[in-house]
């Protein structure tokens, strides 16, 4: 499985970035996947998912602000960011859970914490 994600830059508070991840190995239709940051010296957090039946869930730090979706003709999960915000800033990953099974709601994002194939990252700056 290879993760590559690309879409990560520089904005001002209230901008918008689309974060793309291309997958090879694995297809991303009805799969549990999503996308997490991690800023220094905090811990990874969850900031989207999609389950295997296609239901996002996002925090609330993010509701609102953040859409997850997938191109599955492009084989190519997304993340949309508008109003975006200093605390945004963080380095963007993408993961996706394993094939062996279907994940749903919570299910979903647990499965991925507990091992999932990752991508190498992109940073995403917002300053004020």
């Known amino acids: 499985v290879l993760l590559v994600e690309s879409g990560g830059g520089s904005v001002q508070t209230g901008g918008s970035l689309r974060l793309s991840c291309a997958a090879s190995?694995?297809?991303?239709?009805?799969?549990?996947m999503g996308w997490f940051r991690q800023a220094p010296g905090k811990e990874r957090e969850g900031v989207a998912t999609?389950?295997?039946?296609?239901?996002?869930t996002y925090p609330d730090s993010v509701k609102g602000r953040f859409t997850i979706s997938k191109d599955n003709a492009k084989n190519t999960l997304y993340l949309q960011m508008n109003s975006l915000k200093p605390e945004d800033t963080a380095m963007y990953y993408c993961?996706?859970?394993?094939?062996?099974?279907?994940?749903?709601?919570?299910?979903?994002?647990?499965?991925?914490?507990?091992?999932?194939?990752w991508g190498q990252g992109t940073q995403v700056t917002v300053s004020s």
């Open positions: 190995g694995y297809t991303v239709s009805s799969r549990c």
């Open positions: 993961a996706a859970a394993p094939t062996t099974g279907r994940y749903f709601g919570p299910y979903c994002l647990q499965r991925i914490e507990r091992g999932a194939a």
């Open positions: 999609t389950d295997s039946g296609g239901a996002a």
